[in-house]
């Protein structure tokens, strides 16, 4: 198991916490936001702690994150995002369903989340950043 830190508090943070938990080797800790955004404490049962200090909480050396950022301005807030994360030093974590449908040898970027019921065919490569 591999401690993952959540960027997100929305819908789709608590969608990726789920599937991490059900379906993964990541141990999901925490929820970070940026602090200026920061409305609650909690998200499922979990500290929801600013970015501008989670590597005090959570150090680069032990956890993973994951951006659970939507679709905002064409994506450039995750992009954003991402980028700051790996500044800090993250490893960025990436999520493929256990029952989506891929080939060995499918290439697939950081921050990437593959739901059930995809089917990526042969030759494919999926760059970062990317929710399927």
């Known amino acids: 198991m591999r401690d993952i830190v959540i960027f997100g508090d929305g819908d789709l943070a608590e969608i990726i916490a789920f599937y991490l938990e059900k379906d993964s080797n990541y141990k999901v800790r925490a929820f970070s936001v ?14 929801i702690i600013p970015f501008e200090e989670i590597e005090n909480y959570y150090p680069v050396t032990n956890c993973s994150m994951f ?6 301005k064409m994506n450039k807030n ?6 700051e994360a790996k500044t800090k030093g993250y490893k960025i974590a990436k ?10 040898d ?9 739901f059930e019921n995809n089917v990526v065919q042969p030759f494919v490569t999926i760059g970062s950043n990317n929710i399927i």
């Open 34 to 47: 940026d602090g200026m955004y920061l409305k609650k404490e909690k998200l499922l049962g979990r500290d």
């Open 67 to 72: 951006i659970a950022l939507g679709y905002a």
């Open 78 to 83: 995750r992009e954003k995002k991402l980028n």
């Open 95 to 104: 999520h493929i369903h256990s029952k989506a449908i891929v080939y060995p």
């Open 106 to 114: 499918l290439n697939i970027g950081e921050n990437t989340f593959l």
